[in-house]
Structures are given as C-alpha cells and as structure tokens.
C-alpha cells in the first residue's frame, strides 16, 4: 500500500488524502469506500483515542488504503505505539529544525540506526513482514513546516536523512508569521513561504504536503504540492448538514 504513495510521488502524482477527526471506524470506513487513496487519523486535534485510532487501522486495512497518524507530539513512544499498530505513516507536528526531525527518524529507525524498540506485534500482520530492516522502511515520515522557526530551518530539515516528504500545517504557519487565521492562502508573504517549501522539497527528491480544502487543491497542486489533504471527516458532516438543511428552508 504505502510503496504504491511513493510510486506515485515518484511519477509526479498528486495524492489527495482525508482528514479523520471523529473516533469512529466507520466513518473512516466510508471515506476509504469514497475512493480516498489515504487517510489521516489525527491525534492532536481531532477527537480519536488510542483504541479508536487501533479500530480504525483494523477496519481500513481490509481496504487497502493507507493510513497515516498525525501525532499529538513529536514523541518516541508515541511514534513507536502508531507504527507497531499498523500505521503507515507519521505525520509529526511543531518540528522546528534538524533535530526534531533526527529525532523523529530515530523514533522510526531500529538500531543502529535509531531508537525503536523491536516488537512488531501487528505491523507483521497487518503488512505482511516482519524483518527489522523491511518494518523499517515501511512507514513514511513527514516532518509538519508550522512555523517561522522551521522556516529559517528549512532546508537543514530538508537534508536530514529518512524523512519522505514535508507537511505543512498552514493555521499554524499562518500565525507564526504574523498572518490571520481563517488562513489567506494568497497572501504574498504566505505564499512565498509556500514556494520557498515546495522548492526546497524538490531539491531534495522529497513529497510536498499540505492541509488544505477541493477550492484550494488544483492551485496547490500547480504550486507544486503532491501531497494534498482536501476533507475533514467532521466537516464533511457539518458542511451537508447545513446544506440540507438550506435546501428544506428554501
């Protein structure tokens, strides 16, 4: 599943991934159905619990759609839990310069070459290996760009060696410039900032990320992105229901 994302990123496709915010299995279970390619369970701000995201990885297994899990925390234990359970990437938030991100590869590396611990309960079954170096190379790790820090950090980050792509996190990005948030994805200083990622990605063979929404993508994608989030599971609910019911009042 997650060699055919890197296929892609490698031929020049764009990945268009779902947001999942609320803890249930099958709402995620409906998004995969959708056709979604990946999906994202975020443990920062959505509402998922560490059993619930485990349900969710079982129930999205069976459709052989991959499944990335944004951390609440660049923390190794946390990383390790994630990617024992099955996931196939880690989308870790706030790095703020090399370290981090060596940090975060270390979480994901085995030694010599990190610091995870070996147990590969259901990673082995869920992707079908088990061998150190073959678990090790199979989750995607993407480092969040949110602020002004990584910025000036940027290319540093770039370089460290194992991360597979960046992912910006605009609201936060946004306010760490000095910008307002609902975010203004034209604003010369933000979009310069933007260019600045997707250059500094291309230069280092690296998928560009970003969360964003349908309006926005096609404009992202020609920017350069690859790597693009379009729905949030809890607004696709709130945004049809005011539209049904817009639809009756009418």
């Not at 890197?6 to 947001?19: D, E, L, P």
């Not at 069976?62 to 660049?74: H, I, K, M, T």
């Not at 250059?199 to 994608?221: E, F, K, M, S, W």
Request: glycine share 8%.
């Amino acid at each position: 599943m997650i060699d055919t994302l890197r296929q892609h990123w490698a031929t020049g496709a764009v990945v268009y991934n779902a947001w999942l915010t609320i803890p249930s299995p099958w709402s995620a279970e409906l998004l995969a159905t959708a056709g979604f390619p990946s999906l994202t369970i975020d443990l920062q701000h959505g509402l998922i619990d560490d059993p619930t995201a485990l349900q969710i990885l079982h129930t999205i297994d069976q459709r052989r759609c991959p499944v990335f899990v944004r951390l609440a925390w660049n923390e190794p234990a946390a990383i390790m839990r994630a990617l024992d359970r099955g996931a196939a990437g880690i989308i870790a938030p706030l790095i703020n310069g090399p370290d981090d991100a060596r940090a975060l590869v270390a979480a994901c590396r085995f030694p010599p070459e990190g610091i995870r611990s070996y147990g590969p309960v259901r990673v082995g079954v869920a992707h079908g290996v088990a061998e150190p170096a073959a678990v090790a190379r199979l989750p995607v790790i993407m480092p969040m760009i949110e602020t002004a820090k990584a910025m000036e950090q940027l290319e540093a980050i770039a370089a460290v060696p194992g991360i597979d792509g960046l992912y910006v996190g605009p609201a936060d990005l946004s306010l760490s410039l000095g910008l307002p948030v609902p975010v203004d994805f034209t604003a010369p200083r933000f979009r310069e900032a933007l260019s600045h990622i997707v250059a500094v990605c291309r230069q280092h063979g690296l998928a560009t990320g970003i969360y964003a929404n349908p309006d926005l993508a096609a404009d992202l994608a020609a920017l350069g992105f690859n790597f693009i989030t379009i729905v949030n599971d809890g607004d696709l609910i709130m945004k049809g229901a005011l539209a049904a019911l817009q639809t009756v009042r009418a």
